[in-house]
């Protein structure tokens, strides 16, 4: 009995150790071999309403994978922003392939005078690393602000992983709009020299964006089961009148819907205008 209580107290000790490890030793770092399209993390310089993007991804996919991979230096001035829009990729994780609550979410920002920017949080993984939710809980991924061309992100999604998409424009004040930016560039330039954990529950590519909302509305998003389960984010949104709700949220979903639009357009030069008009 005594060895079994010894092999037993040794077992609890081991499986206490790595989460202890995990949360407590290992820290976050932005020195990996990182995957690619994830390796170059963008740089800003922020003067007043003008924020300056160096080393904005600009990549093209085809469905069998990368075609060209490219990043450019771009300036945008929030006052020139026009609108944002909410974009929202459900896909499925098996075993759980009738969940409705697994989703990839994301921004992109239209300006009067150049083409939009999308910004997607996302974990960081390194070279040959796939995601997972799971790991995703214990400090197996860094964070990532990815700042991309909206051919890059949401082609690469409707291309190359051929999910669906929804993309909504986001409903009010062009000041809270601004703020939005303006936040994210900020939260974006911090992590170029203080590297965090993404986390499945507390720093997923949704809770991050309404974390930054926040800052920009105070009170504006409250908590609610999308910040850990994106794919119900559009019904969140659509019930606090963030997105167009003056029809049922199927149907508006079927109005949004933008796969078909991005996989038929993506190789136009005004791949972006043509897109709009399919949500007009």
């Not at 989703?103 to 070279?127: G, K, N, W």
């Not at 997105?243 to 949004?256: A, Q, S």
């Amino acid at each position: 009995m005594h060895v079994v209580r010894v092999l037993g107290a040794t077992a609890l000790l081991l499986l206490l150790a790595w989460p202890t490890y995990r949360f407590f030793v290992v820290q976050p770092t932005n020195q990996r071999n990182w995957e690619y399209g994830q390796d170059v993390l963008p740089h800003f310089s922020i003067d007043d309403n003008v924020v300056h993007a160096d080393r904005v991804r600009d990549f093209r996919w085809t469905d069998d994978g990368p075609l060209s991979s490219n990043y450019v230096d771009r300036s945008f001035d929030v006052d020139h922003l026009e609108r944002v829009w909410f974009v929202q990729e459900p896909f499925t994780i098996a075993p759980f392939n009738d969940f409705n609550g697994v989703a990839h979410t994301y921004f992109v920002f239209d300006f009067e005078d150049q083409a939009p920017v999308a910004i997607s949080v996302e974990a960081r993984r390194e070279r040959g690393e796939s995601y997972d939710a799971v790991r995703g809980l214990f400090n197996e991924y860094e964070l990532i602000y990815v700042w991309a061309s909206e051919q890059d992100v949401t082609g690469r999604r409707a291309v190359l992983e051929k999910n669906e998409l929804y993309m909504y424009p986001l409903v009010g004040s062009m000041d809270s709009a601004r703020k939005l930016f303006l936040s994210l560039a900020r939260t974006s330039q911090q992590l170029e020299t203080q590297p965090r954990f993404y986390n499945s529950v507390t720093s997923n590519c949704t809770n991050e964006l309404a974390k930054v909302a926040n800052e920009a509305q105070p009170g504006a998003i409250p908590l609610n089961v999308a910040l850990v389960f994106p794919g119900y984010s559009d019904a969140v949104l659509h019930d606090l009148g963030f997105i167009p709700n003056d029809v049922p949220l199927d149907v508006e979903r079927k109005r949004f819907a933008i796969r078909e639009t991005v996989q038929a357009t993506i190789d136009q030069p005004d791949f972006s205008r043509l897109l709009r008009l399919r949500l007009v």
